[in-house]
């Protein structure tokens, strides 16, 4: 397909493309993009430090504005003490439910630090097969298709989340090695575990502190950021509201408070 | 490039008037999402104003949107995406072609996408035998059904539950079952399958973000994260209006976006796309391609009486508070864009004259004004075509609509001017027409080359007297 190879850093046609914007909105060349993009408030450090610190009650509310805002979406949060209480809570409810498709109970977990602790692989029942997606470092596409597979077949899917916007119930999830995008996809019901920590007030803290705390600018968005607000869920026949159209058809998210 | 039917729209119009269920079904979306829409509106923190806001906004993007446009592909390309600059329906399409048939897909699932049904994708696709699946439940639906989008975001709400029912048993073999749930169930079952045997998706891109180098989709029913997910290959389309330069644009933007569309807080899914999978990921798609379209966007950004609505953001709010789309649906609006935004947008895309009676079928009322979460001032624009239709204009091809109505108007306007001739056309006129037969004290049909002004109307007789008379007449009275 040599007709659509790029040339250099410019993609098929930009040129031509640009060019003709450019006479439309009456320019004779493009300016310097940085300009464009803002740069950081003078007090911004102190904005972040404000983000960064909140105070306990404050925490508090946002939980508390977390849940309800959580409850209009059929999303249920549960606040734990701490990892342990979340683990049992977790596999008490894997005993109560069933699987979708299928009869075997298969959970999938993204392979991430607090998900380690809730010690799913010594409390889970027999009878339940748990797959933690920890990959090497280049996964080939043997390794890919086994999580695939395993993906597929789980009805559970534990991730946890970068922020918890607590105004319209928001999860971010960043994508990154270890931690596939599709285990908050795919499986019937998405089980999230979030520090209280992690719940922030709204989008303009969440844009805020992803451009201007500097951690945050190392990861930047990644190549798949997303924000996830409920269960899946459909209007499309006569406008009746039903859970469930592709993605999860339940969503439970545990915050850890103490 | 898409079927245009837009001539047929008085036809379809007026079929559409005399359909009972769909009157009910387009009386029950407006009356739930118009007044919804207007209520969340007002709950925001920042109040009305917000729209405002969102309006410059957009309005500065558009301003750079060559900068924008570069930089947004200078980063995907950076993370080893590939970007496609297309002029025209033709070019899109042949790319997305060429990358299927290069990489041997054989099934595409598909996200909603006005775009896509803009350049008529599936129906090429379908000609070069690759299976075309779509996947919003709404736009599913209609596939099955052989049919097209009658609303922007809920594109199968011409169907009861009742039709969707046969459809399914029909089509699905799924025993008749009218329960929203259970045909919701079925058709996830269905769709299952074709997403994680689907050797390409494509989406659309609701609203790009320079700065950061993604393109952001945003969902209800988790479809579109499934075709952008499981597929090799992603391949997402985009109007070249739809980028705004910061990441904090978005605030405003998907708070207004969720409420236009559906009065939500937030829609369910939205996910910011900048590239394939990485080398240490453990999934997505391997092959990650952009295509920016420009199909007519470019000569619209070049006027400036139309520049402004491309700040559009498809969210479909003008649809549901529209009189006339509340009668005719949106089928007869002939194209993939209706209500409100489809009167402005479609005769600037198929031709003025072509599409004359989407414009002239809106009646100025301003609600969709109201109701448009960037406040685009879509009446002026209705009026400034048909300004285009009465006088012609060479810039866009248009030709006079109507030679007979511009010289009665021509007569109207010396008329109207001179008091005497005024009155004189009055007398005349209330002489005329106590020969014209009555109803209800109404004129159901006037005579000669006023037919017109009653073909779908009554109307009432003159006054006896002027207002003008009756005060005299009432101030020399003692």
Known sequence: ?258 | MSDIKTEFYKQNAAKAIKDPVLQHALFDVQNRLGPATALAYKNLPEGLGLRLKAHEIRQFAINHLDILLETLALKIQDRGGKVYFAKDAAAATAYCLKVAQVNQVKMVVKGKSMVTEEIGLNKILEANQIEVNETDLGEYIIQLAGETPSHIIAPAIHKTRKEVAQLFTQKLGIPYCEDPPVLTQAARKALRKKFLAADMGLSGCNLACAETGHITTVSNEGNIRMSTTMPKIHMAFMGMERVVARLEDHDALFRLLSRGAAAQNMAGYVSYIGGPRTEDQLDGPDQFHLVILDNGRSRILADPEFREVLLCIRCAACLNVCPAYGKIGGHAYGYPYSGPIGAVITPLFVGINRAKDLCCGEPLCGACKMACPVDIDLPRMLLALRAKLADGDPQWGVTRASRSEKFMFQIWSVIIQNRTLYDLALKAGSIIQRIIPKKNDMIPCMPFVFKGWTKSRDIKPLARASFLTRWKNREQKP
């Open chain 1, 1 to 258: 397909m040599t007709e659509f190879k790029n040339q250099g850093n410019t993609a098929p046609h930009q040129h031509e493309f640009i060019m003709t914007i450019q006479k439309a909105l009456g320019k004779s060349s493009s300016s310097d993009p940085a300009q464009l993009f803002g740069t950081a408030p003078e007090d911004h450090e102190n904005q972040l430090n404000a983000y960064i610190n909140k105070s306990q009650p404050h925490r508090q509310a946002l939980l508390d504005l977390f849940i309800e805002q959580a409850g209009l979406l059929n999303m249920i949060v549960t606040p734990v003490e701490n990892v342990s209480q979340a683990g049992l809570a977790i596999q008490k409810f894997i005993q109560q439910t069933k699987p979708e498709w299928g009869t075997q109970k298969s959970v999938i977990a993204w392979h991430h630090p607090l998900i380690e602790q809730l010690n799913l692989k010594e409390t889970l029942d027999h009878d339940v097969t748990l797959v933690t997606t920890r990959s090497s470092p280049a996964p080939d596409s043997k390794e890919r298709q086994e999580i695939r597979t395993h993906l597929i077949e789980s009805y559970i899917g534990i991730t946890s989340a970068d922020f918890c916007v607590a105004g319209s119930a928001t999860l971010v999830l960043r994508t990154r090695p270890g931690q596939p995008r599709a285990v908050s996809l795919v499986p019937s019901i998405h089980v999230a575990v979030i520090t209280i920590d992690q719940i922030i007030e709204n989008l303009t803290e969440l844009y805020f502190r992803l451009k201007w705390d500097t951690e945050e600018q190392k990861l930047g968005l990644t190549n798949c950021m997303t924000f996830i607000s409920g269960p899946s869920k459909t209007g499309d026949i006569e406008l009746v509201m039903v859970n469930g159209a592709h993605g999860p058809r339940q969503m439970i998210v545990y915050v850890i408070t103490g």
